[in-house]
């Protein structure tokens, strides 16, 4: 019964506990009395093993702090801890006992951190036991974890002046190989002690970002409201209820920050709304159906910012140090800057109905060089948000200054707390390591504010996409914070224009000084050359189009997602987009195309060569001219020169035929090229290249073909004569005598055709070939489909 109320309870006895340790000095009474007889230099060697043991012996069990509550107490309190212990060890632990420990008062950021940083249990550092509020198990079994709450009166501890307490939970007991009273486990946290309101209030601008990862692609649906399609559905997991952005959207609409958002998130989410499609791992579409869900956030998100401050990046959140690092010795990166930041109004007013600030740019975790500045600048922007590991303070400032810093050509680099800002990195999946995140936030913020009495500025700038996780542990300590007595809440554009501190640090770090580790997840040259060859390949292509938007736009906005701060750390993903998107766009100016030509006959002196354009798109092409170029024009000419152009103009699906004049002067074979080009000179797709078979008919030729004729036409007309005057004299009555006699004149008269063949010596016979008199066969008529071999073309 007692084991019982001693496992469960958290109050013993001041008695029991008593008689409890008394019993454990006397049990080793005995072994003390055998060391004080060893020799002298045995207990040096004893004491030495005792010292390794109790060294070890602290982390023997794990203490899991899940929660401290409240997080900041006043006066009139009940401060209740819970969690867990685990014994790590091989051994069970007996007579353990949960204890609360109440450490020194920590007046510098720095000491916080040591504190933090330390493991293992200190005697002397570590603080006094706070009596009287303990929970004993009378025994942890190897590989158990045991929950604990133990609750103390605030007015309990003892609290001293304002300030932070070093805090403590830790466990004591013994093992079998060490029967005695020993600490072995401790965690360690702060308990911030700010019970009246502060001479001072810092005043605290807390940015809570909206941004995520690219979702969608260059690829829109041939339909007049070009359904977008998207890499995946992941971006309708994070706004369903439970995602990632869905819970930011959450918390964030109860608290006093300053929300900063990519405007390709919202565009992309809007999208979602009107109908989507999702690309699969074949190439093909789904139709997405989570237009419910977008429709629901979109407007959550309206609601939650409608009275509050909206810092829009520029669109995709562009990766402004490597643009300045890699991208601006690539022509256009620049310009691809500059129309990300343009867009960024109209796209958030739009959809949000709110107007917002985009003066600002965020390098990746506030790491800023001169370059950085410069390009971030460049695209209009007159506000960095900086960090404070970054632009470090140098000099020998004894408290933290206000983040608006004058760092020349009229922009301020507004410097984020480095320790605040980074307070929530990390796994904190579990409630232990939420709970001391938010402590040691609420530790550096309270610190902070007793450096001075000065009026200070403050700005916290979390990671640019924290998970659920670290997104409940930034809300709660933000609820603390802004309930607290120490600390006020303040909009950044407030911070930025806020009163600098004289001695504050307002030099740039040089480029070496940036770290090594942001470089190397930076997007390389390479990306940027291929973003500038998908932007040459753009502008040929938008010249020839009835409806440029409906390219431009799609495209203009890949190209800006290809440069997103959100490809860290995943290169091959970037790449893969970046020549997708380059794919789809060849894809699109091959379906303008020139049909391809078999070799093509050309019999006489002139003719016409029918060249087929083909468009296959869904919008008409128009400012193209179609250029036939003969590469023999001493044998056949176009047009009555080496070539001939045409303007084209083709509807959406359909083609076109265009005829060239040509002129043979002289017989054999030319090749013939046909190539479109745009009006500006510039040649557009593939050249299609044919040869013409010129067969020229000789003057000699025509003049044997044109006295034969001649002939037949005179032998024709005696012919004609002859039957004539016959016929005349039968009528006369002067036909044959009884004897058979006719007159005179010639009997049988011979065919002049007869007449040649035998000055010729020869008879026509069946089966003989056609003489150069025969009549030409007729062209075949024209054939937009593409020629078969032999071709001929129209005379």
Partial sequence: MAEAADFQGTSPSPARRWLRRTGAVLAGAPLLAGLLQLPAAMPADAAGQTSAKAASGSSTVAIALDSLSPDAPVEGDTLTVSGTVTNNGKQAVTDAEVDLRLGPRLTTR?????AAQRT??????????????VQEFSKLTPGVSERFSIAVPVDKLDLGPDGVYQFAVSLSGETSAQPWDQVLGIQRTFLPWQPGEADTRTKTTVLWPLVSTVHMTAETGSNEQQTPVFLNDDLAKEISPGGRLDQLLSLGKTLDVTWVIDPDLLASVDAMTRGYRVKNDDGTTTAGNRQAVAKKWLASLQEAVADKEVVALPFADPDLASIAHNGTSVTGSLSHLKEATDVVANTVETILHVEPTTDFAWPVDGAVDPSIVKVATSAGADKVIARSDSLEETGGLPYTPSAARPIGGGTTAVVADARLSTAFQGDLTKASASTLAVQKFLAQSLTLNLQTNNERSIVVAPQRM????QAQAMAEAVTALQGGSWSESQELTATAAAEPDESATTEVPSSSAYPSSLRKQELPRSAFEQIASTQNKLDKFKVILSDQSRVVTPFGRAMNREMSTSWRGRADTAESFRTDVESYLKSLISQVTLIEKS????SGRSATIPVTVQNNLVQGVEHLVLRLTSTSPNRLQIGGAAYEEQPVTVSGGHSQTVKFTTSAKANGRATVIAQLYTQDGQAYGRQVTFDVKVTEITATVMLVIGGGVLLLV????????QRKRAAAREADGDG??????VEDGPQNPEDPEDRLNKESGTRPRAGDPEQPSDPTPDTPAENADPSGTGERVDR
């Fill in 110 to 114: 720095s000491a916080i951190d040591t």
């Fill in 120 to 133: 293992g249990y200190q005697e002397g550092v570590d603080g006094s036991v706070v009596d009287d509020y």
């Fill in 466 to 469: 924290p998970t659920g996780r």
């Fill in 599 to 602: 070799e093509t006959k050309l």
């Fill in 714 to 721: 005179l032998a024709g007309f005696r012919m004609y004569t």
């Fill in 736 to 741: 044959p005598d009884e004897a058979g006699e």
